[in-house]
T-cell receptor, first 113, second 113 residues
Framework: DAGVIQSPRHEVTEMGQEVTLRCKPI?????LFWYRQTMMRGLELLIY????????DSGMPEDRFSAKMPNASFSTLKIQPSEPRDSAVYFC???????????FGNGTRLTVT | DQQVKQNSPSLSVQEGRISILNCDYT??????FLWYKKYPAEGPTFLIS?????DKNEDGRFTVFLNKSAKHLSLHIVPSQPGDSAVYFC????????????FGQGTELSVKP
């Protein structure tokens, strides 16, 4: 089992540029979550999908953020345009049915200068 | 509104002694609680969980206690080992919310030899 795979591991970009983060969930998991970790706010949920359908995007901070899940094995989180305050570690996680824990990827550390 | 709170940002314990990490929540609809452990540059990994129908769950050196009336849970690690040094997050969910996990801010545990 390869676990949840995120790419890239690190991303450094300039303010105003578009950033795309990628995630491959664990095969067979039907829910996918995007979290952001910052010192101030800890781990905050941005959006989650069930069976590829976005269920709750209330945590997405602004319209600059968008997420897609075109199929069961791939999801993207896009920021356009990026701003320095978007600098954080972004985690993707997936889970199966019922009372089961989330499995996290190793995250993407985003730095916007 | 922080629905899950870990009021201690850090905790230092001597090797072999007990570590007690605490977590409070405000949403009485939460029915599933989890603890995650996170090492630097890695994603959080699942440690132990408890459903609201129980008040205790044990797994080796790790025990989670749930006090529903006080909306409080705690993680006990006995005996503590240097390899336990990490950031610990508690998380909670309502199962009818599709497994959406709300995390606390985390507590950094340091176990000294």
């Amino acid at each position: 089992d390869a676990g949840v795979i995120q790419s890239p591991r690190h991303e450094v970009t300039e303010m105003g540029q578009e950033v795309t983060l990628r995630c491959k969930p664990i095969s067979g998991h039907n829910s996918l979550f995007w979290y952001r970790q910052t010192m101030m706010r800890g781990l905050e949920l941005l959006i989650y999908f069930n069976n590829n359908v976005p269920i709750d995007d209330s945590g997405m901070p602004e319209d600059r953020f968008s997420a897609k899940m075109p199929n069961a094995s791939f999801s993207t989180l896009k920021i356009q345009p990026s701003e320095p305050r978007d600098s954080a570690v972004y985690f993707c996680a997936s889970r199966g049915q019922g009372y089961s824990p989330l499995h996290f990827g190793n995250g993407t550390r985003l730095t916007v200068t | 509104d922080q629905q899950v709170k870990q009021n201690s940002p850090s905790l230092s314990v001597q090797e072999g002694r007990i570590s007690i990490l605490n977590c409070d929540y405000t949403n009485s609809m939460f029915d599933y609680f989890l603890w995650y452990k996170k090492y630097p540059a890695e994603g959080p990994t699942f440690l132990i969980s408890i459903s609201s129908i129980k008040d205790k769950n044990e797994d080796g050196r790790f025990t989670v206690f749930l006090n529903k009336s006080a909306k409080h849970l705690s993680l006990h690690i006995v005996p503590s080992q240097p390899g336990d040094s990490a950031v610990y997050f508690c998380a909670a969910s309502e199962n009818n919310q599709g497994g959406k996990l709300i995390f606390g801010q985390g507590t950094e545990l340091s176990v000294k030899p």
